[in-house]
């Protein structure tokens, strides 16, 4: 495992900034996590045998999720976090300490939130082939990763510069939809959606989250989600 993951990257980082930000009622980046993570929620349905992969602190699990869900992350120090704070919210894993092969066919969704773009492309195939196992017979896939054209770029780079961690060199992939949309074409899923969310509304989120979102949603709306920040992915088995 990268150094990074494990050592550099402070212990529940993105949970505090999240839990700090709608505490306060604003926040940009806290806003950014908290409107992927809705999406995501919305995108779930009802289905109980959740598995949130790459989950780290468990802050998906622990804020937005009802379901007795499980989380999996290869760091060790941010699967203690989850288990210390959202043990009641779900099960936490190191992926090392699990046999993923006992859980083929199980779960009715699978979520990925912001993995892919650390992943080579070699990386990123081998993942979709394991989840894809994973996958009970009318399972799905929620995915989320940056769209990465000009806007995504200015922003990203803004932010290692002002922002308390730069994780810029672990950037493996940087998607474009052509890009995004090749890869996944090769894939065993034939039944591929993708929407765009968020967008420079979000930066009202620094006045108020509540702002901050009405902003953003307004201008998805207008848009019709063909233009953002993020993809949202869906794979349906």
Request: aromatic share 12%; hydrophobic share 35%.
């Amino acid at each position: 495992m990268n150094k990074f993951w494990e050592e550099d990257l402070p212990v529940g980082y993105y949970d505090k900034i999240l839990t700090k930000g709608l505490k306060n009622k604003k926040g940009i980046q806290a806003n950014w996590h908290n409107i992927t993570f809705i999406n995501v929620k919305n995108k779930m349905g009802s289905e109980k045998k959740h598995l949130d992969y790459a989950c780290g602190p468990g802050t998906f699990i622990g804020n937005y999720i009802l379901n007795d869900s499980v989380g999996l992350d290869i760091s060790v120090n941010q699967i203690d976090f989850a288990k210390q704070k959202y043990s009641k919210h779900g099960k936490f894993f190191c992926i090392s300490d699990i046999d993923l092969k006992s859980y083929n066919g199980h779960f009715q969704t699978i979520t990925v939130i912001g993995l892919l773009e650390y992943l080579d492309t070699r990386e990123a195939t081998e993942l979709l082939e394991t989840l894809y196992k994973l996958l009970s017979d009318d399972g799905k896939i929620i995915l989320t990763t940056p769209n990465y054209g000009v806007v995504m770029r200015i922003l990203e780079f803004l932010s290692h510069k002002i922002g308390r961690v730069d994780y810029s060199s672990e950037h493996k992939n940087k998607y474009t939809e052509k890009k995004l949309m090749r890869f996944l074409s090769k894939s065993k899923f034939t039944d591929i959606k993708t929407k765009k969310i968020l967008n420079l509304g979000i930066v009202f989120s620094f006045f108020s989250i509540k702002f901050g979102c009405k902003v953003v949603d307004r201008i998805s709306t207008f848009n019709g989600y063909r233009r953002g920040l993020l993809f949202l992915i869906e794979l349906q088995k």
